[in-house]
């Protein structure tokens, strides 16, 4: 029964997930036109940016608020007049269950019951987690993004064993990944922060991270005088790949508080 509650919340999380989205394609259509005036000037400073999307959001402050209390309604994947309705009801009767001799059991309704105690903020998590790609390209980051992500994660065992071929592939999707976070004639620096968020939001500075705990041998470089150049990596190829991911890591940082 209490697996069986746990995923009927899973359901209202989804539920709620379905009816913010499906409201802000409503917001979104209504505002577009004002979006798009106060995004497309790249002469504007990020925090007028800022400033001018919640003018524009303020006029929506209705629907956001019926929004809300559509979404945790507590009639929401209840029957009518349950005696759950309240949430206090619910609590109670999972907090009962902590009294039981089963250990597993006791595990179980404490767990359920934190999830009830904190079911905004654990929605909020879950929503927070949620990507709305309005533009062609950022499907096409993203869709690459997370290729690139799955993939450097797969090669890491034979990076490890200095395997050409996967210095080579690792190369050339970190070097594709950093032309989408470089601005150029064909990316303005607000497309390149949009990018950058997709790709933080992803996570995908992790699997480069983890790339670059592989080791990374030195060799002391004294030279006959005395002076003491810097060491000289003893896996060449292992040092070209590191500085491509260093690269990619820099250029995700530039102008991205």
Request: glycine share 4%; proline share 2%.
């Amino acid at each position: 029964v209490l697996d069986l509650t746990w995923k009927l919340f899973d359901v209202r999380s989804n539920s709620r997930i379905t009816m913010a989205v499906n409201e802000w394609e409503q917001i979104y259509d209504r505002v577009n036109t004002k979006l798009v005036q106060a995004w497309g000037d790249e002469t504007t400073a990020p925090g007028a940016v800022e400033e001018g999307f919640r003018a524009i959001m303020k006029a929506e402050t209705a629907s956001l608020e019926q929004l809300e209390d559509r979404m945790f309604s507590p009639e929401l994947f209840l029957p009518e007049h349950s005696q759950f309705g309240e949430a206090k009801h619910l609590e109670d009767a999972v907090f009962n269950l902590g009294d039981a001799t089963s250990d597993d059991l006791t595990a179980r309704a404490f767990r359920l019951l934190f999830r009830v105690k904190m079911d905004r903020a654990f929605f909020v998590k879950e929503l927070r987690q949620v990507q709305l790609l309005v533009f062609p390209e950022a499907v096409q980051v993203f869709q690459e993004s997370e290729l690139s992500m799955k993939r450097l994660i797969e090669l890491k065992a034979r990076l490890a064993q200095n395997h050409e071929g996967a210095v080579r592939e690792a190369m050339g999707l970190v070097e594709s990944l950093t032309s989408h976070v470089v601005v150029s004639d064909k990316l303005s620096q607000m497309l390149v922060h949009k990018h950058q968020t997709i790709m933080l939001n992803q996570g995908l500075e992790g699997a480069i991270v983890s790339v670059l705990q592989l080791p990374l041998v030195r060799r002391s470089n004294d030279r006959d005088d005395g002076i003491k150049d810097a060491d000289e990596a003893e896996n060449d190829s292992r040092r070209k790949l590191f500085q491509v991911l260093y690269s990619f890591l820099k250029c995700m940082a530039k102008d991205n508080r």
